[in-house]
């Protein structure tokens, strides 16, 4: 599904992280207390509700979020990112990026949003996307739009995108087969 939000008509109000979890923001470098956690969090995506595809997400390692920093840097994009932390163990449970392209001045695609299995049903998901978003509409005045692509199996996360305002522009059927 690919759904698209005009920015002048999101819900971003103030979303409060429910008892037990805080939101942490960066742009750019992950802190590395947060290092391995993200990177575990990342690896969620694995299990976030899908249809079967032939696309894989890479294996999500400390080094690897390092490696996918560093050449997000190198081609100019800056990465914004909104996470939940659970207070009982400081662990990253529920990530949300956009990476910022050198060309992206009014528009912009939605990174990646992933919530941990344990604790999906809590809100997290739109709670670290509406952080975000709030932070990109205060320091990006004009920005009007940013489109995200969601997995059709993955209700949730299109019922997220549409309380944030995000309406579904097209439905896009991808079909591989091994040759």
């Known amino acids: 599904m690919l759904q698209t939000l005009t920015i002048s008509e999101a819900a971003v109000g103030g979303i409060a992280p429910p008892p037990g979890y805080r939101v942490e923001q960066w742009t750019g470098e992950t802190p590395e207390h947060l290092l391995a956690s993200v990177a575990a969090t990342r ?22 979020v390092r490696a996918e920093e560093a050449e997000a840097r190198a081609g100019g994009v800056e990465q914004r990112v909104a996470v939940a932390v659970e207070e009982a163990t400081g662990l990253v449970v529920a990530l949300t990026d ?5 060309g992206d001045l009014t528009r912009t695609h939605w990174g990646t949003t992933v919530v941990m299995p344990a604790h999906r049903g809590h809100g997290l998901g739109r709670m670290v996307k509406a952080h975000l978003l709030r932070g990109l509409t205060a320091d990006r005045p004009e920005l ?5 692509g969601t997995d ?10 549409e309380r944030l305002g995000f309406v579904t522009t097209r439905e896009v059927v991808v079909v591989s087969r091994s040759l």
């Open 152 to 161: 059709s199996a993955n209700s949730a996360m299109i019922r997220v995108n």
């Open 98 to 102: 956009v990476p910022l392209h050198p």
């Open 144 to 148: 009007e739009h940013v489109g995200t």
């Open 43 to 64: 690896q969620s995506i694995d299990d976030a509700p899908a249809t079967r595809s032939a696309v894989r997400a890479p294996e999500w390692t400390p080094e690897v």
